[in-house]
């Protein structure tokens, strides 16, 4: 038990003033130009995309575009928090 306690405290102070990295930084102030409306447009356009490859019979591509709206929408919802918090 007292190991368990040790590694907490070790993993609390690898960064004890919770800063971002320099890749993170850049990242965010990429994406930050970017309107969050790209991120949702482009995820139903993966849907619709993945539903016209489904119904032409390719039905492994388009399960493949379909998982894409995930992520996409992930993003957005990353994005849209780094704007409205901040990266800080």
Avoid: C
């Avoid at 971002?20 to 619709?48: M, Q, Y």
């Avoid at 039905?59 to 992930?74: C, D, K, N, S």
């Amino acid at each position: 038990m007292q190991n368990q306690n040790i590694d907490v405290m070790a993993v609390k102070n690898m960064n004890p003033t919770h800063d971002e990295g320099k890749v993170a930084e850049a990242i965010e102030h990429i994406t930050a130009k970017f309107p969050s409306d790209i991120f949702l447009w482009s995820a139903l356009g993966t849907l619709a995309t993945a539903a016209t490859l489904f119904t032409q019979g390719k039905r492994t591509e388009g399960l493949l575009v379909g998982q894409w709206a995930a992520p996409l929408l992930i993003l957005g919802l990353y994005n849209k928090l780094v704007k409205l918090e901040g990266s800080d």
